[in-house]
């Protein structure tokens, strides 16, 4: 059986729910400020239980953490995250 696009992307999304630091860990720039940058390959987000409790996540460092972003939040998602400490970069913005 084949496994479709979506079901692929649906299930990287969850590893990375889910398995995050693993991501964290390649690309601290600075650990011993902590400061992280997280990579979010995504087209939209919404603020559902799980992306809130990514975003509430305390071992991801301290603030400022950073997520790289190539897609869009809604309102709800984008307050939620820079309420949590999170500063918001479209992939590619300097």
């Given at each position: 059986m084949e496994t479709s696009k979506s079901d692929l992307f649906a299930e990287?999304?969850?590893r990375s729910i889910e398995q995050p630091i693993d991501a964290v860990k390649n690309i601290a720039?600075?650990?011993?400020g902590s400061i992280k940058k997280v990579?979010?390959?995504v087209d939209h987000v919404t603020w559902t239980e799980a992306v809130a409790g990514f975003a509430s996540r305390d071992d991801l460092g301290t603030q400022p953490k950073t997520l790289l972003h190539t897609g869009t939040f809604s309102k709800i998602a984008s307050s939620g995250f820079t309420g949590a400490g999170w500063k918001l970069t479209p992939f590619g913005a300097r």
């Open positions: 990287g999304l969850k720039q600075d650990p011993v990579p979010a390959p």
